[in-house]
Protein backbone atom coordinates (compact mmCIF):
# COMPACT_ATOMS: atom_id res chain seq x y z
CA UNK A 1 0.00 0.00 0.00
CA UNK A 2 1.69 3.46 -0.98
CA UNK A 3 1.63 6.60 1.16
CA UNK A 4 -1.39 8.21 -0.98
CA UNK A 5 -3.22 4.73 -0.44
CA UNK A 6 -2.69 4.99 3.22
CA UNK A 7 -3.33 9.17 3.08
CA UNK A 8 -7.22 8.79 0.90
CA UNK A 9 -7.93 5.62 3.36
CA UNK A 10 -7.78 8.08 6.14
CA UNK A 11 -9.57 10.78 4.46
CA UNK A 12 -12.71 8.72 3.77
CA UNK A 13 -12.75 8.18 7.66
CA UNK A 14 -13.45 12.07 8.38
CA UNK A 15 -17.08 12.84 7.98
CA UNK A 16 -18.41 14.76 4.95
CA UNK A 17 -17.57 18.37 5.78
CA UNK A 18 -14.17 17.97 6.39
CA UNK A 19 -13.39 15.77 3.43
CA UNK A 20 -14.82 18.77 1.65
CA UNK A 21 -13.10 21.09 3.35
CA UNK A 22 -9.86 19.15 2.54
CA UNK A 23 -10.23 19.31 -0.99
CA UNK A 24 -10.82 22.31 -1.34
CA UNK A 25 -7.82 23.22 -0.41
CA UNK A 26 -5.56 20.60 -1.85
CA UNK A 27 -7.69 21.68 -4.92
CA UNK A 28 -6.35 25.12 -4.22
CA UNK A 29 -2.74 23.75 -3.79
CA UNK A 30 -3.43 22.18 -7.34
CA UNK A 31 -4.28 25.13 -9.01
CA UNK A 32 -1.60 27.54 -7.70
CA UNK A 33 0.67 28.74 -10.86
CA UNK A 34 3.76 28.65 -8.93
CA UNK A 35 3.55 32.35 -7.01
CA UNK A 36 4.07 32.21 -3.75
CA UNK A 37 0.40 32.99 -2.60
CA UNK A 38 -1.83 32.37 0.35
CA UNK A 39 -4.78 34.78 -0.63
CA UNK A 40 -8.01 32.95 -1.78
CA UNK A 41 -9.07 35.15 -4.93
CA UNK A 42 -12.09 35.99 -2.87
CA UNK A 43 -9.49 37.38 -0.13
CA UNK A 44 -7.16 38.85 -2.87
CA UNK A 45 -10.74 40.55 -4.21
CA UNK A 46 -11.67 42.31 -0.53
CA UNK A 47 -8.02 43.78 -0.22
CA UNK A 48 -7.97 45.48 -3.15
CA UNK A 49 -11.23 46.95 -2.28
CA UNK A 50 -10.06 47.76 1.03
CA UNK A 51 -7.00 48.97 -0.71
CA UNK A 52 -8.52 50.98 -3.31
CA UNK A 53 -10.78 52.75 -0.48
CA UNK A 54 -9.29 52.71 2.85
CA UNK A 55 -11.14 52.89 5.91
CA UNK A 56 -10.54 56.34 7.51
CA UNK A 57 -10.09 54.79 11.18
CA UNK A 58 -7.54 52.61 10.19
CA UNK A 59 -3.74 54.19 10.74
CA UNK A 60 -0.78 52.66 9.47
CA UNK A 61 1.93 51.25 12.15
CA UNK A 62 4.38 53.72 10.70
CA UNK A 63 1.80 56.46 10.79
CA UNK A 64 1.10 55.92 14.79
CA UNK A 65 4.49 55.54 15.67
CA UNK A 66 5.38 58.88 14.18
CA UNK A 67 2.10 60.37 15.95
CA UNK A 68 4.32 59.16 19.35
CA UNK A 69 7.14 60.22 18.52
CA UNK A 70 5.73 63.76 17.53
CA UNK A 71 3.69 63.87 20.99
CA UNK A 72 6.09 62.18 23.19
CA UNK A 73 9.51 62.47 21.33
CA UNK A 74 11.49 59.18 20.76
Known amino acids: MTKLDLVLARLKQLPADRQEA ?22 RAELTRRLADPNPDYAAHEDVVAAFEKKFGR
Not at 22 to 43: M, S, W, Y
Open 22 to 43: LAAEIEFLLEDDGRQTVLTPEQ
